[in-house]
């Protein structure tokens, strides 16, 4: 595909419920990365995705939250038991890689937004 | 702790005046830093980077190390400038964002 593809685009659900976030990064880009963007917050970093190394997770803001990357490629984020504070725009990114370094350009998906009743 | 700090949630001006979207920043090291903006119904996307020192649709930012800031700039706001625009400080590997100003032009 031409861009990040990040699904659903809009998900309701109850709180309490678990949720499954899907991202399909651009073929090539080795680093995936997800952000959360809440009115008045920013866009506040989750976790990050770099080949086969450790991911970063030092941004899940608890045990609920966990994601993976299968294959280098596509990434899930889930929610367990999620609660109304979790409502927010979830944004995947990638990014090349430049000579090993990454550059700072984060290709963006149009994001999930989750809505928690 | 690396921070981005924008202070202006909103900023309003009237087409052909002058834009600035104010961005400090706290690093310890030395800054790479970045404007993201996001224009309604679209994907939040690169408009420029302090290392390449480009003007991106007449949009210019100088990093200023004595006062920490990395300011956004426009002489003559254009109503397609209306948006989210996001400062961001790369630390590593990770972008730290600022919490978004929204700017409205108005013809």
């Known amino acids: 595909g031409a861009g990040v593809s990040q699904s659903p685009s809009n998900k309701v659900t109850e709180k309490g419920k678990d949720v499954e976030l899907r991202c399909d990064p651009i073929?090539?880009?080795?680093?995936l990365y997800w952000y959360r963007q809440s009115l008045g917050q920013g866009l506040e970093f989750l976790i990050y995705f770099q080949g086969n190394s450790a991911p970063d997770k030092s941004g899940l803001p608890s045990d609920r939250f966990s994601a993976e990357r299968t294959g280098g490629s596509v990434s899930t984020l889930t929610i367990q038991r999620t609660q109304q504070e979790d409502s927010a725009v979830y944004l995947c990114?990638?990014?090349?890689?430049?000579?090993?370094?990454?550059?700072?350009?984060?290709?963006f998906g149009e994001g999930s937004r989750l809505t928690v009743l | 702790a690396q921070r981005v700090t924008q202070p202006e949630k909103l900023l309003s001006v009237f087409k052909g005046a002058p834009v600035e979207l104010k961005c400090n920043y706290s690093?310890?090291?030395?800054?790479?830093l970045f404007w993201y903006v996001q224009y309604s119904r679209q994907r939040l996307q690169l408009l420029l980077r302090h290392i390449s020192r480009e003007s991106i649709k007449g949009f210019t930012a100088d990093l200023n190390k004595g006062e920490t800031s990395f300011h956004l700039k426009k002489p003559f706001a254009q109503e397609e400038d209306s948006a989210m625009y996001y400062c961001?400080?790369?630390?590593?590997?990770?972008?730290?964002f600022g919490a978004g100003t929204t700017v409205t032009v108005r013809a």
């Open positions: 073929s090539g880009h080795t680093a």
């Open positions: 990114a990638s990014s090349p890689r430049a000579s090993g370094v990454n550059t700072g350009e984060l290709f």
């Open positions: 690093y310890s090291g030395s800054p790479e």
């Open positions: 961001a400080l790369k630390n590593d590997y990770k972008l730290s």
